[in-house]
């Protein structure tokens, strides 16, 4: 595009980027331009894994579009360059004024609902203080200002005795999270583990000293309380935010809703204080309540909730306000990395046999496993599989069928190994290879996540491949 913008300066043309947004609502670009001068296109391709022409041909389609929205998932998230990798992807946008356009944005691709209705009403590890200072005022209490723990954070914790206490809402901590065996260590160190579920789950089999199982109510249930039916309230990947009502029957009378159950702990923790907690759970509009007063954006939230489909939450950059420091949307200038390979990769003097991504089936949500079929990928009633290129199976001495280890690479004198996984042939690019989630989590290093984010780097993983040993399984 750089080079584009520059040929049609010369000629006079139509400019390819678009200079009245980028001089009225960003920063930086200057620096950004010159670091992609001093990008040489062969490490471009080179750590890219495409052609210039492929490139090339992407950037057209681009170019001539009018309103581009960039969506993206874990395939960008879960690497160790994953932060100015999406840096990337803003940039682009902003080159072209493609966000803050009808038609255009930027859309990270959740999934869950509770994904991003945490990180709205603050359940963050490190909270801004606007929000602590809104809930210091209305509820009239200190809020702790220091910072809390990231999964892996909380791991380590959990490992160095730390924090002694694990309550999970939901989930299958011990599965969905990488470096199975000492995760499953952490949580056994601990005192007391409560697990708040719908279902019982893996996680639910590695205990603390104590170990607590609540079920809960789904939020396909019908969840009465004093004050009749309750809904709770769910928001999307696009800030769109609806009531939810429960349609089934309960399976039992004594199953309590996340919400009631918090509020138990609550009120036998501190009493009624520094709320009424029986009070919210007779009514949860008296929650939406609280949240319109500490949280911004959700002023008449239990009215604005009860409009067919809900409502719109807004969000700044649409509308072309930007909550940055500069008061503008930043460009962001990173050299591409000497060497995709991780430090602790290289020390061990090995190079990888491929770079493993972790992924999911069709017959599978999240860590919930309902069958043994993938049809997407065409595989039938086995799942301790590895997708791979015939030229790279073969290159590497084995045959299509054959079963092997995958050993990964990290220099910290921990063997990581999944057994009598079925080398299958696919259609994959050369040095990669493919397997599923969660039963390669093991093979990913605690320590192995993106710079800046924590994120594990389930989408590179450097392995080793070896002979079965047996055709164990990994549980």
């Not at 944005?105 to 009403?121: E, I």
């Not at 919400?259 to 759970?281: E, Q, S, Y």
Request: hydrophobic residues 40%; charged residues 25%; negative net charge.
């Amino acid at each position: 595009l750089l080079q584009w913008e520059r040929e049609a300066q010369a000629k006079g043309e139509p400019a390819v980027f678009d200079h009245a947004f980028i001089a009225e609502h960003t920063h930086g670009v200057e620096a950004y331009l010159a670091e992609l001068d001093a990008t040489a296109w062969d490490a471009i391709e080179r750590q890219s894994g495409l052609s210039l022409a492929e490139i090339e041909t992407a950037a057209t389609m681009y170019r001539r579009a009018e309103r581009v929205i960039m969506c993206w998932a874990m395939g960008l998230t879960q690497h160790r360059h994953s932060v100015p990798t999406l840096q990337e992807v803003v940039n682009l946008q902003l080159l072209r004024g493609n966000i803050g356009r009808p038609g255009a944005g930027l859309c990270p691709v959740r999934g869950h609902s509770n994904v991003q209705g945490d990180r709205t009403m603050g359940i963050n590890d490190r909270p801004p203080a606007a929000l602590l200072d809104a809930l210091e005022k209305r509820f009239a209490f200190q809020v702790p200002r220091h910072n809390g723990h990231n999964t892996v954070e909380a791991i380590n914790a959990m490992l160095e005795g730390k924090a002694r206490v694990f309550i999970g809402l939901g989930g299958n901590f011990a599965q969905a999270t990488p470096d199975s065996p000492r995760t499953h260590r952490a949580l056994a160190s601990c005192a007391l583990t409560v697990h708040i579920s719908t279902k019982l789950n893996r996680s639910h089999l590695t205990c603390g000293e104590d170990a607590l199982i609540l079920p809960c109510l789904g939020r396909t249930d019908v969840d009465r309380q004093a004050g009749g039916p309750q809904a709770v309230t769910v928001e999307d990947s696009f800030s769109m935010l609806h009531a939810s009502y429960g349609q089934l029957e309960p399976l039992s009378t004594q199953m309590r809703s996340e919400p009631a159950i918090i509020a138990g702990m609550a009120k036998a923790t501190l009493g009624n204080r520094p709320v009424d907690w029986d009070a919210l759970i007779a009514d949860y509009d008296r929650i939406r309540e609280l949240i319109a007063d500490t949280i911004p954006g959700f002023a008449g939230f239990n009215q604005r909730v009860k409009h067919p489909g809900g409502f719109y939450l807004g969000n700044a950059a649409r509308e072309r306000r930007w909550n940055t420091a500069s008061g503008l949307a930043n460009f962001s200038a990173a050299p591409l990395p000497d060497d995709l390979l991780p430090e602790q990769v290289r020390r061990t003097g090995q190079r990888p046999d491929l770079i493993l991504q972790t992924l999911r089936s069709h017959d599978q949500y999240n860590t919930t496993i309902y069958g043994l079929d993938d049809r997407y990928r065409g595989v039938r009633g086995q799942r301790e599989v590895v997708f791979a290129n015939e030229a790279d199976i073969r290159r590497l001495g084995f045959e299509p069928g054959q079963k092997v280890d995958m050993v990964s690479l990290w220099d910290d004198g921990v063997e990581r190994r999944v057994s009598g996984f079925t080398l299958l042939a696919f259609d994959i690019p050369a040095g990669q290879a493919a397997a599923y989630y969660p039963e390669t989590n093991p093979l990913v290093p605690l320590e192995s996540h993106g710079e800046g984010s924590f994120t594990p780097t389930s989408k590179f993983v450097a392995v080793r491949l070896e002979n079965a040993r047996d055709d164990g399984r990994i549980l």
